[in-house]
């Protein structure tokens, strides 16, 4: 059964920094694509970036130059760099890893943000 952990979030102040670490583990296959996706109080879940096992990656345009997604592939392991954070990166931050067409989530880990 393939599991995914995240873990890393925390407080930190407007234009502070915190990295986000996410393994996943139980899958036969490789993990095509993890990523990051976030969602705040009274929103929908939106995207934030990820990354292919080749080392492609996409970011959201409210994200871009501020943080930087990684991937370990020997540890299937996935980070997420937060720079310059701002009051609305507040969210909880979910984990994504795709595995032969088959997604898998987190329980999410929290970043707050204060201003």
């Known amino acids: 059964q393939v599991r995914v952990v995240e873990s890393g979030g925390g407080l930190v102040q407007a234009g502070g920094s915190l990295r986000l670490t996410c393994a996943a583990s139980g899958s036969a296959f490789r993990f095509n694509s993890m990523g990051w996706s976030r969602q705040a109080p009274v929103k929908q879940r939106e995207f934030v970036a990820d990354i292919t096992s080749g080392g492609i990656t996409n970011y959201a345009d409210s994200v871009k130059g501020r943080f930087n997604i990684s991937r370990d592939n020997a540890k299937d392991t996935v980070y997420l760099q937060m720079n310059s954070l701002k009051f609305e990166d507040t969210a909880v931050y979910y984990c994504?890893?795709?595995?032969?067409?088959?997604?898998?989530w987190g329980q999410g880990t929290q970043v707050t943000v204060s201003s």
């Open positions: 994504k890893a795709d595995a032969l067409g088959r997604r898998t």
